[in-house]
């Protein structure tokens, strides 16, 4: 809801400029009226204008205000400066042209005649036209606002705009009065419309090839060079000092390459993916034009042992783009991370690659290839990754029997419905009364998920793979599962029915008809229509047992700090103009490199700015959440690999540098991903063979 706002911040923007821009032209057309009837006419339509105007300048800033409790003082600054710039000049407008132009707007009709001289320079005076057109200036200089982001806004940012329209108010003002003065003269005469329409033709001849200029000026500016190094970029060293006088021998230190899994031994469990173009019916009979891991969609749900040695086979069968495989939220060796340009070279038609990693951590987990990730894992290329624990079934909830992995989708080309795999209708399971139940909820797509379990109290037994301290038991609230996350949700099969339901935002307007039924043996429940409840949304900040040993490490002093501000502004990225999401103002390749050095104990700040969710997920490492806009985490260790930061959050999370490489760490809403919002942690002393850029075949985003 609140990031339709902004895109209606931008449009209301264009608008404002369209409208003022034509009310002010035809306020300066009032002169040139042939008659008192003609003048009557066009002053009408200046007030409409107005009206129009002034009605779009209040969605403006209704639209301020409901921005205005996400941000913060330096945010505020850039919406306070955008309010003054339109609003001042458009009360102006209402307050001092309008009742002039209304007087205009009611002369009778009944004589025509051509205007007195006095009566023509009425009708330019500054107390009419100077405001329309102060509004006009003012739109423009909110528009030009929405190509900068608020934080940091550019010192010449605050100044100069208002400046500039206040130094082309007064400009105008001067030239309004002398035009006043020439029209008073009974020996003024209408300019010539030969010259009128060269005049008007040569401005916007001007305009244009000015804006034209500009416009590919910055599109040739934005492009990206066609090979990049993830080694090279800017580092943000966190406060700590840079890696200082052996730089360059650590530098040319290791590669990430040597980074890998073990190469030898007998793997325990191996798969083969072959990633292929299919159609796949979901369950309703629509039809997905899929991109497949051996035709199944989602990809075969690979399933181990913790301490297992895994050994994945990647076959490009035929997605000419290429393929690679990452292992989301299993912290595997750097070399076998699976994206492509910075651990591996993305694997082309007909080419294969073998990936070999311990599974040290029980949990759920997924897979996704991260070569154009936005399309590759929208279109299907992903699937389950559960390590089940070492002595299996020795969790505190006693043995788990029915063990579900719910891979949550949103399939393009379908209505929007969020499916369970292929299922985006009713599935029934048949449970047992006193069966325990362990689902594991998986967000495949590029928003929150909702789930809803009704008819049995449950537990939140982990996040992100990570088991939670204490679950204690929970009834009617909503799960929020961010985008890449999991929640793994426990309860025991009650007498009753009970189902698990997915609200996503772009759900089709009936609500969902998705729904995992689980129903005691016998009875059929098969006339059950999904009906999603408002309920209150589970929070994780003060569930479960808090566990201070577990994490004293990450919770007392730091190595390195980094605060990383979230937000979107207009412009051009990589040739195209879109909005694009900035971290600390900066798109990537510009955005900061994390700098860190093994063992290292870094704290990270992330600020959403913007009104959209950041699901912030960073390779290779677990990420220990400590506060949310200043409430500490008070219940179970929270860990995660992928956190929401939703419009207005600050998260203050705390990770030990352990595993060396250089690790993505990226907005895993993919298309935000693709638009700039993808940094990197990179260890001192490593560096990559792998490139990536338009020359190359690798593009991980
Ligand atoms: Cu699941 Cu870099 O992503
Ligand atoms: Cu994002």
Redesign the pocket.
């Known amino acids: 809801m609140v990031e339709n706002i902004f895109g209606a911040a931008g449009f209301t923007a264009l608008g404002l400029v369209v409208l003022w821009s034509a009310a002010a032209y035809w306020s300066s057309r009032l002169p040139y009226s042939a008659s008192t009837v003609h003048l009557r006419r066009r002053a009408i339509g200046v007030v409409l204008l107005l009206c129009l105007g002034a009605a779009l300048a209040i969605a403006k800033a209704v639209l301020i205000a409901a921005v205005w409790p996400v941000g913060w003082p330096a945010m505020q600054l850039k919406l306070a400066l955008e309010l003054g710039l339109f609003g001042a000049p458009t009360l102006a407008a209402l307050g001092v042209s309008l009742p002039r132009l209304l007087r205009l707007a009611r002369r009778s009709r009944a004589q025509r005649r051509p205007l007195a001289a006095d009566e023509r320079a009425g009708t330019a005076r500054i107390a009419l036209v100077l405001p329309v057109q102060a509004a006009m200036l003012g739109a423009v200089a909110v528009l030009v606002y929405t190509f900068f982001t608020a934080v940091p806004l550019p010192v010449k940012m605050i100044a100069v705009p208002p400046l500039l329209v206040t130094a082309g108010t007064a400009l105008q003002a001067v030239r309004l009065q002398r035009r006043t003065a020439k029209l008073r003269s009974p020996a003024w005469a209408k300019p010539r419309l030969g010259l009128r329409l060269l005049r008007a033709a040569a401005s916007l001849v001007a305009v244009a090839a000015a804006l034209w200029l500009w416009l590919s000026a910055a599109s040739q500016m934005s492009v990206l060079p066609p090979t990049l190094s993830m080694a090279a970029g800017v580092m943000d060293t966190g406060g700590a000092a840079p890696a200082g006088g052996h730089a360059h021998d650590a530098m040319g230190g290791i590669s990430v390459a040597s980074l890998n899994g073990p190469r030898q031994g007998e793997p325990d469990k191996r798969f083969t993916l072959t990633a292929k173009r299919q159609t796949v019916s979901l369950s309703s009979g629509a039809q997905v034009e899929a991109w497949t891991f051996n035709g199944q969609l989602p990809g075969p749900e690979l399933r181990v042992q913790q301490g297992d040695l895994i050994e994945v086979t990647l076959i490009n069968s035929d997605i000419t783009d290429g393929v690679t495989l990452?292992w989301?939220g299993l912290d595997v060796p750097n070399a076998e991370d699976g994206?492509a340009g910075v651990t591996q070279n993305a694997v082309m038609l007909g080419q294969t690659h073998v990936y070999r990693f311990v599974a040290a951590d029980a949990g759920t987990y997924w897979y996704?290839s991260?070569q154009e990730?936005y399309i590759g894992e929208g279109k299907g290329l992903f699937g389950a990754l559960i390590v089940d624990p070492k002595p299996a079934g020795t969790e505190a909830i006693g043995p788990t029997v029915l063990d579900i992995p719910i891979v949550a989708h949103t399939w393009q080309g379908t209505d929007n419905a969020v499916s369970f795999g292929t299922s985006d209708g009713i599935r029934i399971q048949e449970a047992a009364p006193g069966t325990p139940v362990r689902l594991r909820l998986i967000n495949t797509d590029n928003d929150p998920i909702a789930f809803q379990l009704q008819g049995t109290p449950f537990r939140v037994s982990a996040i992100d793979g990570t088991d939670l301290k204490e679950p204690t038991e929970l009834r009617d609230q909503e799960l929020q599962v961010a985008t890449?996350g999991r929640y793994d949700v426990t309860f025991t099969m009650p007498e009753q029915a009970v189902q698990l339901l997915p609200r996503s935002r772009h759900e089709p307007k009936e609500g969902t008809r998705t729904a995992l039924v689980f129903s005691t043996s016998g009875r059929d429940e098969t006339a059950v229509k999904p009906s999603l409840k408002k309920l209150p949304v589970f929070d994780p900040l003060a569930y479960g047992r808090p566990d201070p040993a577990a994490v004293a490490k990450l919770t007392g002093s730091y190595d390195r700090q980094f605060t990383l501000i979230l937000d979107k502004r207009l412009g051009f990225y990589n040739g195209k103009f879109a909005f694009s999401m900035t971290i600390n103002g900066k798109l990537f390749p510009d955005t900061p490199m994390l700098m860190v050095r093994e063992g290292d104990v870094v704290k990270t700040t992330f600020v959403n700015h913007s009104t959209a969710n950041h699901p912030m997920?960073l390779?290779g490492h677990h990420m220990l959440v400590l506060s949310r806009n200043g409430q500490p985490s008070t219940g179970s260790p929270w860990w995660v690999d992928t956190l929401n930061v939703a419009p207005g959050d600050v998260y203050e999370v705390a990770f030990l540098a352990d595993n060396p490489g250089l690790w993505?760490d990226?907005c895993?809403n993919l298309q935000h991903a693709s638009v700039g919002m993808s940094m990197h942690l990179m260890y001192e002393g490593v560096t990559t063979p792998y490139v990536m850029g338009s020359a190359t075949g690798n593009h991980p985003e």
């Open positions: 990452h989301h994206v996704h991260h990730s890449g997920h390779h993505m990226h895993h």
